[in-house]
DNA sequence: CTTCCAGTTCGAGCCCGCTCGAAGTCAAGC
DNA sequence: GCTTGACTTCGAGCGGGCTCGAACTGGAAG
């Protein structure tokens, strides 16, 4: 019935915790736009909704696999949007899942290079004593 | 007949390309001590070997894969000093090595992430018609 | 000879993604 | 009722990795 300290709602801190990112991103985001206005306490502090926690986490794995904070911008304000982007939405993403994969071939590609060099240093380092 | 002008070298803009770097930045790396002095024409002009480009290539691969421009650095320093480094050159390499296959195994989480919003997307706009 | 172009050096500037300092507010614990 | 400490806003600053403009030089083509 959630009858009134129902919250289970973060304080700031706890949210950038939570997610792995510093207080001072996380207000940045916001200000970016990487993130819809956060609720507010009495005191005017931001209070961080499970919904809140979740996006904030897409958002870091969009960040990791290498999405330029623009881009996150565009989405997030297509999410802002509602239902009738959905599609938008996902083509944003396989359009993303396709970079993230390009990206993992190359490394796999590098990572042949790196072997192959190391195998040379393994070579020279015996040849030499 | 090509008497002595056996050069075979390449002019920075040309080296530029093969290895997919700007002038700009072969000049900076250089700079920067990632690349030892490249060579000279008589005219004060960088004349890059091919074992210049092929430092050039490797670089390139290690920047790919995320090194920062300062251990690249520490890398051309130990390669300047000779064989006797070959051994902290391959740690260096392993320890790379390594860094690259997480990075490979946290893009494939990210991956299913993306995978799972991309389903729940199409999931959505099903329902939606 | 002149024009052109690719090169040279130097220092400044840029874009990205945060990161932080300053000054102030508020609620809780002693 | 005072202190503590986590919060607030604002604008400035930073580190990384280039990127560029300015002023100049020298070889080659017409």
Redesign the interface.
Same mark, same amino acid.
């Given at each position: 019935m959630d009858i009134g300290i129902r919250e289970k709602s973060l304080s700031v801190g706890e949210a950038a915790e939570r997610v792995g990112l510093t207080t001072y991103t996380l207000r940045w985001y916001e200000q970016e736009g990487l993130v819809a206005p956060v609720g507010r306490d009495s005191a005017g502090r931001r209070r961080y909704t499970d919904d809140d926690v979740n996006w904030l986490f897409?958002l870091t794995?969009l960040r990791?696999?290498g999405m330029p904070v623009r881009d996150m911008r565009r989405y997030a304000e297509l999410a802002r949007q509602g239902?009738r982007t959905?599609?938008a939405? =996902?083509a944003l993403?396989?359009a993303?899942?396709a970079r %993230? &994969?390009a =990206?993992?071939a190359?490394?796999?590609e590098?990572?042949n %290079? &790196?072997?192959h060099?190391?195998d040379a240093?393994?070579r020279?380092?015996e040849e030499?004593g």
């Open positions: 897409l794995r990791r696999t239902d959905l599609g939405r =996902r993403f396989e993303h899942r %993230v &994969l =990206r993992m190359e490394l796999t590098d990572l %290079v &790196l072997d060099k190391i240093y393994r020279a380092e030499l």
